[in-house]
Every structure is written in C-alpha cells, then in structure tokens.
C-alpha cells in the first residue's frame, strides 16, 4: 500500500490549500480509518484530523472550524481543505491510513504513512 500526497505550497496568512490523499496499490482496497499529521521542525507530531470508515472525524482543537477532512470512496482518497491559515500552521503534512475501521488512539497505532508534502505560511 503506498499513499500517495499532494497539494503542500507557500501561502499568505488567510490563504488556503487543499491536500489530498489516495491510497494506491494492491491491499489497499479496503475504505479504512485515514489522516493527517503534521511536524514542524523542532516541534512534536500532531494528528491533525482523521476520518473513520464511517465518516466520524476528529481534529486538532488549533484548526476546528478552518480545516475539514472529506473523504473519496470512489477514489478510496481523502482531502483536507485548509482555509485561514495562520503560519503557525507551517509545517510537513503526512497522511497515513490505519488497519481498520476506526480512528486509532494512539499515533503507533497507524500501519502506513506517506510521505510528507511542506505547507509554509507566510506573514
């Protein structure tokens, strides 16, 4: 299973972006619990926003009301849109995907991670 991610770039604060996320390759089939999370440099990884099978989603409580996770079945993908950004949101965005249905608890709980796609937002 690879993920593969893209739609990072530069913006100005108040901008937005939209990142996507499809999940390619043999075993990959299956509509599981999918993400996002981010690393900025010198900081801890965060879990952005999730999305169950089911459709239920969590977010980061800094970007509630600003970034919303959609999902594409037809695609097996999943996009964040990101609006407002503010440059605290600078950072490497990793999507990942878990082995089930639901979102995991805990950020070793999630079985693939794509590669990382720079979000910078500038003042």
């Known amino acids: 299973v690879q993920l593969q991610a893209s739609g990072g770039g530069s913006v100005q604060v108040g901008e937005s972006l939209r990142l996507s996320c499809e999940v390619l390759?043999?075993?990959?089939?299956?509509?599981?619990?999918m993400g996002w999370y981010r690393q900025a440099p010198g900081k801890r990884r965060e879990l952005v926003a999730a999305?169950?099978?089911?459709?239920?989603?969590r977010y980061l409580y800094s970007v509630r009301g600003r970034f919303i996770i959609s999902r594409e079945n037809t695609k097996n993908a999943i996009s964040l849109q990101m609006d407002s950004l503010r440059p605290e949101d600078t950072a490497s965005y990793y999507c990942?995907?878990?082995?089930?249905?639901?979102?995991?608890?805990?950020?070793?709980?999630?079985?693939?991670w794509g590669q990382g796609t720079q979000v910078t937002v500038s003042s």
């Open positions: 990942v995907r878990a082995n089930g249905a639901d979102i995991p608890r805990e950020d070793l709980s999630w079985a693939d």
């Open positions: 390759g043999s075993g990959g089939g299956r509509i599981n619990a």
């Open positions: 999305i169950s099978r089911g459709g239920s989603t």
